[in-house]
Nanobody, 114 residues
Framework: QVQLVESGGGLVQPGGSLRLSCAASRSINFYVAMGWYRQAPGKQRELVADIRSGGITNYADSLKGRFTISRDNAKNMVYLQMNSLKPEDTAVYYC????????WGQGTQVTVSS
């Protein structure tokens, strides 16, 4: 199973930006989707964005235009650029490989607050 380690979370003011990174422990299959999910306190985990072979991306409707997912298959990495952050973006962000039944990282906390 692939081990995933997220980094890049932290405290940021509203309107700020953060870039999350996820490193996979071994070579990842180009054809397997990788994604970012988030879970806020008291809420269910939800999809933020995922990316598939050919660079096909899928975003939660509410996040389109603010968040950008990308992946570097050569480095076994996936990234999430988050701009114009809002307090409601506060959550633990999880990296995923292979969908719900696949591998998950331990999560990284993102807090948007003044």
């Amino acid at each position: 199973q692939v081990q995933l380690v997220e980094s890049g979370g932290g405290l940021v003011q509203p309107g700020g930006s953060l870039r999350l990174s996820c490193a996979a422990s071994r070579s990842i299959n180009f054809y397997v989707a990788m994604g970012w999910y988030r879970q806020a306190p008291g809420k269910q985990r939800e999809l933020v964005a995922d990316i598939r072979s050919g660079g096909i991306t899928n975003y939660a409707d509410s996040l389109k235009g603010r968040f950008t997912i990308s992946r570097d298959n050569a480095k076994n990495m996936v990234y999430l650029q988050m701009n114009s952050l809002k307090p409601e973006d506060t959550a633990v962000y999880y990296c995923n490989y292979g969908g719900a039944g696949g591998s998950w990282g331990q999560g990284t906390q993102v807090t948007v607050s003044s």
